[in-house]
């Protein structure tokens, strides 16, 4: 696995190492999870957007694709 820096500010580090140990977990581990949620929403998000796209303008795609 690969790793990665995160510069958290003070006050957002103290939020995160405040929920990890109402969680009983480890910082990484709570920001790991936040960062899985995220990329799961923005992916959706962007997926249906494309969609949408691929929906309203199938004509031209398939005129570009001839």
Do not use: F, N, W, Y
């Not at 003070?10 to 910082?27: K, M, N, S, T």
């Amino acid at each position: 696995m690969s790793e990665i820096v995160l510069p958290l500010d003070p006050a957002l580090r103290a939020a995160l190492d405040d929920l990890a140990d109402a969680q009983g977990r480890a910082p990484e581990d709570v920001a790991l999870d936040a960062v899985r949620g995220c990329l799961r929403q923005e992916t959706g998000r962007v997926r249906a957007v494309a969609e949408g796209l691929a929906r309203r303008h199938a004509d031209l795609l398939r005129r570009l694709g001839e």
